[in-house]
């Protein structure tokens, strides 16, 4: 059962997060010539905190996704 584990700072929308989803599970069943319903994907959240690139620090969207 291959499984995606996804670590990316907190922000993203839903709908951002089903097309990764969606785009990371076809592009490895079609790779590794598996069918995607044996596919997991699981997202890790960090918090934005002092340690956080700058960039994801602003407030208000920024292009990256960012909906501070």
């Known amino acids: ?18 097309e990764i989803v969606t785009v ?19 997202f890790q959240e960090i918090p934005l905190d002092e340690n956080a690139p700058a960039n994801l620090l602003k407030k208000g969207p920024i292009g990256n996704g960012y909906e501070g």
């Open 24 to 42: 990371f599970t076809r592009e490895l069943s079609r790779i590794i010539e598996r069918e995607e319903q044996f596919i997991t994907v699981e």
């Open 1 to 18: 059962m291959p499984h995606i584990e996804i670590r990316m700072y907190e922000g993203r929308t839903s709908k951002q997060k089903e």
